[in-house]
């Protein structure tokens, strides 16, 4: 990885010299989608049942809950702390190799490392730490990956493109569920596969990426005002990118209330064992991936033909809520599949003009990655929260989700009524 300067008398792009003017290649938005969906398959097996299981297997019953909620708020941390770092440096490295490619690559390489660490752990603090080492590397590479949307993909492209990334994203999950139903007695291939998988697709993008090299890094004030700005847009210099902030936060938050204990959601509340509900979780899954996938496409095509983002993340959050109260009236798996169709249609459309819609009130194009990775705090902290809110609401409920879902759907439809102030963006 290279941080200093390039040769003297080098001829190189200044930093604001990516703003893309002519339509991305179509291998480099395959390969940046194949990217995405590796690297979030390799993060998601984890979330979605890897953590659970392994937890089961180290921990007595009793102590599953609270010790899967500390766990996977620590890996949560790490991507609210890297995230933005990672996203800093990239927008400074100068070298040969670009930008965005050293952090790529250096980022899957350490998350392959720290499954292998997570599926060997022999004890919780082992286990704890290595995903919280794998969230860190996870999240160099991911925020790389998405500031290089904004350097490649032109403003009217960025609806499609970044509904495809989002969809990717997504069915990651599907991945997940099902490594987890065909690989979950073997907790060594169930961490691995995936994090070779994510390895080999974000080295073919890295391969193929365009990623100009930089003259100068930007200017910096130096010393402790450029590190706090690492983690900071000013909100009032900057309102438009402040509500999407505070809207992802709470759509997020509402999603990750329910995904972190979906497993056991199955198990305590609908009564499965741990076969029969990671069967289920696959299943269901699979009906809120193929929802998603339709969802977003249609959302994200219809989204650039109109030149309109706001009403699309308004709708998508009043679907995504009402498929999380449905939830509560689940009594059997045909009740959850229900809720996990209008669930996958509501952030399919979301998931389609989000990222579009934050990348057009970016406020510096020096600072593409930086901001990004800002505003990917909004991802990272509710997964942060999210595992302590539902266990207070869990014990509040005496067991029962239903106050945590009613709760979940409520923020959702919050995080749909902050965006309507964005002014830039229609």
């Keep these: 990885m290279v941080v200093s300067d390039p040769a003297a008398g080098a001829s190189l792009p200044s930093p604001t010299a990516f703003a893309p003017k002519e339509k991305a290649k179509a291998n480099v938005i395959a390969t940046m989608v194949l990217a995405r969906l590796g690297l979030m398959t390799a993060l998601s097996v984890p979330i979605v049942a890897g953590m659970t299981l392994k937890v089961q297997s180290l921990v007595s019953e009793a102590a599953v809950a609270p010790t899967l909620g500390l766990v996977i708020s620590m890996g949560a941390f790490a991507a609210l702390l890297f995230d933005p770092i990672f996203g800093r440096l990239s927008d400074r490295t100068i070298g040969r190799f670009g930008r965005r490619r050293p952090w790529l690559v250096a980022g899957a390489v350490g998350l392959l490392v720290s499954l292998a660490v997570i599926a060997l752990a022999p004890n919780v603090v082992v286990l704890g730490i290595g995903w919280f080492l794998a969230q860190a590397f996870g999240n160099a590479a991911v925020a790389a990956h998405t500031a290089s949307l904004a350097d490649q993909i032109p403003q009217w492209q ?55 090299p930089m003259e100068r890094r930007p200017a910096s004030e130096g010393g402790l005002r450029t590190a706090f700005k690492t ?21 997020v938050l509402a999603l990750f209330m329910f995904v972190t204990f979906r497993l056991l959601y199955l198990q305590q509340d609908l009564g499965l064992s741990k076969e029969d509900a990671a069967g289920a979780l696959a299943t269901g899954v699979l009906i809120y991936t193929l929802a998603l996938v339709t969802a977003g496409q249609i959302a994200g095509w219809v989204s650039d033909r109109l030149g309109r983002r706001k009403v699309f993340i308004w709708i998508s959050a009043i679907i995504f809520g ?37 990348i057009d009130v970016l406020p510096n194009p020096d600072d593409t990655a930086k901001d990004l990775g800002v505003f990917n705090i909004a991802m990272a902290g509710p997964q942060t929260l999210a595992p302590a809110v539902s266990a207070a609401l869990l014990t509040l409920g005496g067991g029962s989700y239903d106050l945590l879902l009613t709760v979940a759907a409520v923020i959702a439809l919050l995080g749909a009524l902050t965006i309507l102030p964005v002014k830039k963006v229609r």
């Design 322 to 358: 009402i498929g999380t109260w449905m939830l509560t009236l689940a009594d059997s798996t045909t009740g959850f599949y229900w809720a996990e169709l209008v669930i996958g249609i509501g952030f399919g459309i979301y998931i389609a003009v989000d990222l579009a819609l934050v």
């Design 231 to 251: 983690f900071w847009v000013n909100p009032v210099k900057h309102p438009d990118f402040a509500f999407a902030w505070i809207s992802r936060f709470l759509v």
């Design 158 to 212: 960025r609806g499609k493109v970044s509904g495809m990334i989002g969809i990717a994203s997504q069915a990651a999950g599907l991945g997940a569920a099902y490594s987890a139903s065909l690989l979950g007695q073997n907790m060594l291939l169930l961490f691995l596969v995936p994090g070779v998988l994510g390895l080999i697709l974000v080295l073919v993008f890295a391969f193929v990426l365009p990623d100009q």
